[in-house]
C-alpha cells in the first residue's frame, strides 16, 4: 500500500532507555512519564518491540539500513568517536531512500555510525580538527546533520554540523564520576556536556519550523538518558527516584517539546512520530538505587543493556500518527526496529531493490490496525555486546550462548564454565527467562539453529537474491551458531 497523503517523520531515539521506565508501560513505574504517555493513549504501544542488538552503534545501523547489524564488519562491541564508518558506501539508507521520494531529511543527535577524520598522523585521535569531516549523515543521505559523533562519554567533544566542526577544541575534559562519567578527550568552547540534550532540542524544533512546508523525514538520536546522567536543575529530584530517573523524565519532556511544536505549526495530525530506545537501560543507572525506590527500568524482564537476555533488547516503541492510527491502540506483534526501512519505503510506496533492507519487514499494516492472518516476520535476531546470538520464533528464544552474552550474571567467561552452551525458553511461560528447556526440546533447538544458519548464509531473513555478509577472520560467536 501507499499512504497518498505523504506523511512527515519524526524518529525519537532515546539512548539507554529501559521498557520499565516509561510508565504507560510498566504499571509498577516510579517515574512519570507524562508526555510519552499522552502519545501512548493517542497512538499505539508495542510490547513486543526489539531492537537488533542490545547496545547503541549496531541498533542504529540496523534502524537506518533495515539490514541485521552483523551482516557488519562489526561482530561485536561499538564504535567510538574516532572510528572510521560503519555504514558501507553506497548502502541504501532509510534517509537516502526517503531523500529519493522527495522528502526532506535531517540528523541531529548523536551519530555514533563512525566519521572519517581527517589525521595529522597515524594515531586515529591526532585529528586535524579545521579540516572537513567525512563518512556522517550528510554521505548517508541526510540533507542536513547537526549533533556530535558518537556517546556523550565518548571524545571528541565537538559539534559538527553537516561536515564542520562548529569550534575547535581549546581544552581537555573528564568526569570520573560513575553516573556522570565521560571519558577524557578535546572539548570545543561551545559544548558544555550538561547543555547538549537542550542544544539538540532545539535544533530539532528549528528544523521543524524551517522544514514545515514540504514531507520530512528528521531522525533525532537523543545523547540521554546514557552517562553521562546530567539531568538540568529543573529535573533533579523531579522523579524522586535517582538522577537516572530525573534524566528519564527530562527526556520524557524532551517529547513533550517535540509534539507541542508539531501542534503549534499546525503539522501534528499527518506527522508520524515515533520514541524508542538503541536498546535496554545500562547498569550505570544504578539498578539497585533504582529498586529501593521501587522502579526496575528493564520492568519483568531479565537483564540489561548488552545482554541476550530480554532486558538487552526488548524496548519502549510508541507511535503516533492521529490521521491514522487510532488512540489508544496496543500492539502485541512480535516487531524490531530494523522493521523501519521497509516500512517507510511501503508508505512512499517505494520498491527496495535486494541489495537495500535485507532484514526488514513492513509494519505498516500493524501500524493501521490491519494485522494479517500471520505473523510478518518469521523470526528475529538478537545480537549481545560480545557478539552472541539469539532468535526468536513465537513463544520460543534459542540464545547461542551459556550466559548473558554481556554485562549481567553470568557474564561470559568463567562464570559460564559449568552451564550448557545453549539456552531455550518458552516465553509464553518463562518471560524471565530462567528456566532453561534446552535439554528438553531437542527438536525446537536444531529448528531454530537451522534457521538462523539459513539467514547467515542468504545475507538476508526476508525473500528476495542472495547476498554477503562483511565476514571476518574473528568472527567467533559464528562457531556457536553452527554448534
Known sequence: MTIANRPNIVYILADDMG????????????????????????????????????????????????????????????????????????????????????????????WHLGLDWARNGENKEDVDFTQPVGGGPTEY?????????????????????????????????????????????????????????????????????????????IYFPLTAPHTPILPSYEFKGKSGTNIYGDFVLMCDD?????????????????????FTSDNGCSPKANYPELAQHGHNPSYIFRGTKADIFEGGHRIPLIIKWPARIPAGAVCDETVCLVDFMRTAAELVGYKLPDSAGEDSVSNLPLWLGEPPAAPLREAVVHHSIDGSFSIRQGNWKLELCPGSGGWSDPVPGKEEADLPPTQLYDLELDIGERRNVW??????????????????????????????????????????VRG
Open 19 to 110: 521498557y520499565g521506565d516509561i510508565s504507560y508501560l510498566n504499571e509498577q513505574s516510579k517515574l512519570n512519564t507524562q508526555y510519552l504517555d499522552r502519545m501512548a493513549r493517542e497512538g499505539m504501544a508495542f510490547t513486543d518491540a526489539h531492537s537488533s542488538s542490545a547496545v547503541c552503534t549496531p541498533s542504529r545501523y540496523s534502524i537506518l539500513t533495515g539490514r541485521y547489524n552483523w551482516r557488519s564488519t562489526l561482530k561485536r562491541s561499538v564504535l567510538f568517536g574516532y572510528d572510521a564508518p560503519l555504514i558501507e558506501r553506497g548502502r541504501m539508507t532509510v534517509a537516502s531512500m526517503l531523500k529519493e521520494a522527495g522528502y526532506r531529511t535531517a540528523c541531529i543527535g548523536k
Open 141 to 217: 543521505g541526510f540533507d542536513y546533520f547537526f549533533g556530535i559523533s558518537a556517546s556523550l562519554d565518548m571524545a571528541p567533544y565537538v559539534y559538527i554540523e553537516n561536515d564542520r566542526v562548529t569550534a575547535l577544541p581549546d581544552k581537555v575534559t573528564e568526569n570520573r564520576d560513575s553516573m556522570m562519567m565521560w571519558r577524557s578527550g578535546p572539548t570545543a568552547p561551545d559544548f558544555k556536556h550538561e547543555q547538549v540534550l537542550q542544544t539538540l532540542t532545539q535544533k530539532v524544533l528549528n528544523t521543524l519550523k524551517a522544514y514545515r512546508e514540504e514531507p520530512f523525514y
Open 254 to 274: 524532551v517529547v513533550g517539546q517535540i509534539n507541542a511544536k508539531l501542534e503549534d505549526l499546525g503539522l501534528s495530525d499527518n506527522t508520524i512520530v515515533i
Open 439 to 480: 535439554d528438553q526440546h531437542p527438536e525446537v533447538v536444531e529448528r531454530l539453529r537451522s534457521l538462523l544458519i539459513s539467514y547467515i548464509e542468504n545475507g538476508r531473513s526476508t525473500p528476495g537474491a542472495t547476498q554477503s555478509n562483511a565476514d571476518k577472520a574473528d568472527w567467533p560467536q559464528l562457531e556457536k
